[in-house]
């Protein structure tokens, strides 16, 4: 299954590819736990959705953007 999650795998992927310095997952991990981050996942679906503004924005919002595309 493909996400588009930051693993600690593709964090340091992109420090190899910026910096050219290749560093281990164990070392991307002490990184980011000194800079407080924590683990996260994002949820699929927000736990207070609005049902009415969810539908107002499909309904207003995309089409004048796609009219701003054409």
């Known amino acids: 299954m493909r996400h588009d999650l930051w693993t600690l795998k593709r964090i340091a992927a992109v420090i190899e590819q910026k ?7 164990t070392t991307v991990w002490r990184y980011l736990q000194r800079m407080n981050w924590s683990c996260q996942k994002p949820e699929r679906r927000s736990r207070r959705r609005d049902a009415d503004a969810v539908r107002r ?3 207003e919002t995309i089409p004048a953007l796609e009219k701003k595309h054409e």
Do not use: I, L, P, R
């Not at 910096?19 to 997952?25: E, K, N, R, Y």
């Open 57 to 59: 924005w499909e309904e």
């Open 19 to 25: 910096f050219d310095v290749s560093v281990g997952q």
